[in-house]
């Protein structure tokens, strides 16, 4: 009895592990039908895709960066082409072999090659090394000739950015070349357009339009086998250069500003006192910035790095100084507007000013004797402006300076590197040094001494608006819709209430007027600090104001010496000033001019003024006549 139940059991334990087994099998027949099911038909797509990315590659190349133009339709920043020289690791056969063959043919250093065998190591095996980005022609037809001893060798010809001006125009456009980390990392568009050999704007109007200037890659579609070796070409996309630019400058002017400067340090602005278009923004010295394009060698960035005039530096917006006597014409109107003096106030110069045991000096050592407002500013009386400054204030002073453009950016949205300056006031002492102003500090302020600090381009704005009636501008240096010549300029302004109070920055137009006509005694009559710059011609008279700042104080013993400029370290010397515009009957331009350690303005920077305003003035109807066309509005 027991051996039966015993057999029952052992059939029992079979049969339901022959159930368990074949509903196991049942299970994994129907999971194997199902995973069939989708790879074949849910999958279908996707894996479709995936097989056509294993077969299918991209390929991306430098996008095209669109031309800036200068106003009258100059390519100032274009493409040249250039021939290049790539290396497909994927179809070399002995790499070795080859960096030999290229090392003999293109004299390749021992340091060339060791980077391209780093770069071979770093980058994926279809993606180009290129050994050579601006080749000779005829290194590039040797190159071309040896093809079949070269597998894997690709020369391409291609474009890159070129600068037909070379250094006129660097401190205005800046200039390109290969992106860091930081570039690539900062900027999602260059991210997705990056590929080896692009090159991006590193400074100027390069670097803040890059998103428009950029362009769209080519791209080339292959057909790869299982090793990923190309068989055939499936597809060329052309991309689009990037956009057009059309600046506001003159070529011209620009050139003669760079003649001008020549060998010294400094700075030269020109701008449209009604639109506020930017004529010329020169910058002494300059460099070239095809320089920065394949690679800048280490003599040639010494040289620029250790030049002691600082080509480096944008002097037009990144240099400050101090103004000297240019600020006078602020100064006075300053005075009038806030009802401290008269026309008629008169102050008699003796060649110095006594407040509390401290002497100041008028640069005329025996004095001017009596000067009237119109006087003052004609010999540029330091006595005159002392006073005036001192019954005006340092706080009323910084109001009005603010008004016409000074201690503020003037371009700061297309240019990073531009800066402020400073214009102080009592609060500004307080706050920045810990210290109560001082009496003695207003007086030297007045003379555009001591803590105020300008750009020359913030002095070419205050002189435009001066110019315009007492009106504010926006400057620019994109051309837009704005109308071109003087009549639109005028009557769009009218049509649009330009000559309103919203945009006046005085309270009596009396006022600027007779800083407009004492800043032309200055130039035109004889006492005049600029007289011997003048120009009788009614067509091209200007009326303007000289500056000296000085760059360190006067000794006693060197105001007795009396020492020429020559006698004088060039770094203690004196930088020379001048802002001015014209036509005076009919203003159209302003301009100012800065001569690091030139000396006086009168000497060093009113003569270029003249010959400045002959040129600006005979291009004007050129510039009228000039079509509004190959813009973008940014």
């Known amino acids: 009895m027991i051996k039966e139940n015993s057999g029952i059991r052992k ?36 894996y479709l895709t995936l097989s056509d990315k294993n077969r299918i590659r991209e390929w991306k190349l430098p996008p095209t960066r669109g031309n800036i133009f200068d106003y009258f339709g ?8 250039v021939y290049q020289l790539h290396i497909i690791p994927e179809q070399v056969e002995n790499f070795n072999y080859l960096l030999s063959r290229l090392k003999t043919l293109l004299q390749l250093s021992d340091k060339k090659i060791s980077n391209i065998l780093k770069l071979k190591k770093r980058l994926k095996p279809w993606e180009s090394i290129i050994v050579s980005e601006n080749l000779s022609w005829s290194e590039f037809v040797k190159v071309n000739n040896y093809l079949y001893d070269l597998v894997g060798v690709k020369p391409v010809m291609t474009i890159s950015r070129n600068y037909p ?25 260059i991210q997705e357009r990056f590929v080896p050999g692009m090159k991006v704007g590193k400074l100027g109007l390069e670097k803040t339009l890059e998103n428009y200037l950029i362009g769209t890659n080519d791209i080339q579609r292959y057909e790869v086998n299982a090793y990923g070796k190309r068989i055939n070409q499936l597809e060329y996309q052309k991309g689009k250069q990037g956009s057009k630019i059309r600046l506001t400058v ?42 920065f394009l394949f690679g800048i060698s280490k003599d040639e ?44 106030f008169k102050v008699r110069c003796t060649g110095k000013t006594e407040l509390y045991g401290q002497t100041f000096h008028c640069w005329k050592e025996k004095g001017h004797g009596v000067v009237s407002l119109n006087n003052a500013m004609k010999q540029s009386c330091d006595t005159y402006f002392y006073e005036i400054a ?34 102080p ?20 302020t007045g003379i555009g001494q001591g803590y105020v600090q300008t750009t020359p381009l913030q002095l070419c704005i205050m002189t435009a608006q001066i110019a315009n009636g007492g009106y504010s501008i926006k400057p620019k240096i994109i051309v837009n819709n704005n109308p071109l010549n003087f009549i639109e300029a005028k009557k769009s302004m009218e049509e649009q209430n330009f000559f309103n109070s919203n945009n006046q920055l005085f309270k009596d137009e009396r006022n600027i007027k007779l800083i407009q006509e004492a800043m032309f005694s200055s130039t035109n009559e004889i006492m005049g600090t600029s007289y011997g710059s003048r120009i009788d ?98």
Do not use: C
């Not at 199902?34 to 797509?45: C, M, V």
């Not at 930088?575 to 005076?584: K, T």
């Open 537 to 634: 011609d009614p067509k091209y008279q200007f009326a303007g104001k000289t500056g000296t700042a000085q760059v360190k104080r006067i000794s006693k013993r060197e105001r007795e010496l009396d020492l020429k400029l020559e006698q004088i370290p060039y770094k203690d010397r004196d930088h020379a000033l001048y802002v001015a515009y014209g036509p005076y009957k009919n203003p159209r331009y302003a301009l100012s001019i800065i001569v690091e350690h030139g000396g006086s303005g009168s000497k060093a920077a009113a003569p270029m003024a003249k010959e400045l305003f002959k040129l600006i003035i005979d291009r004007d109807e050129l510039r009228e006549k000039q079509p509004n066309s190959e813009e973008i509005n940014i």
């Open 390 to 423: 001192r019954l005006l204030g340092v706080d009323r002073l910084k109001v009005t300076a603010q008004k016409f453009g000074l201690g503020e950016k003037v371009l700061g949205e297309y240019f990073e590197n531009e800066k402020k300056g400073l214009f």
């Open 250 to 291: 003159d070529t011209e002017v620009q050139k003669l500003s760079a003649k001008l400067l020549d060998g010294k340090a400094g700075s030269i602005s020109v701008m449209d006192i009604y639109t506020g278009e930017v004529v010329a923004m020169y910058s002494s010295p300059s460099y070239n910035p095809n320089l």
């Open 301 to 344: 960035w010494e040289l620029i790095r250790n030049n002691p005039l600082k080509p480096l530096i944008n002097k037009t917006l990144s240099g400050i100084y101090s103004p000297g006597s240019t600020i006078k014409p602020i100064v006075a109107l300053s005075a009038l507007e806030n009802n401290i003096i008269s026309p008629n």
């Open 11 to 46: 059939e029992d334990i079979i049969n339901r592990r022959m159930f368990i087994i074949g509903a196991a099998k049942i299970i994994i027949f129907t999971g194997i039908i199902s995973r069939l099911f989708s790879l074949q038909i849910s999958d279908n797509k996707k």
């Open 74 to 81: 100059n390519v100032i920043a274009g493409n040249l082409k």
């Open 165 to 189: 001006f070379n250094d006129i125009y660097t401190h205005v456009l800046g200039y390109v070349s290969q992106p860091n980390e930081n570039d690539i990392l900062q900027n999602e568009i």
């Open 425 to 444: 006031n009592t609060s500004w002492k307080k706050n920045n040094l810990g210290k109560g102003w001082v009496l003695g500090e207003t007086l030297i």
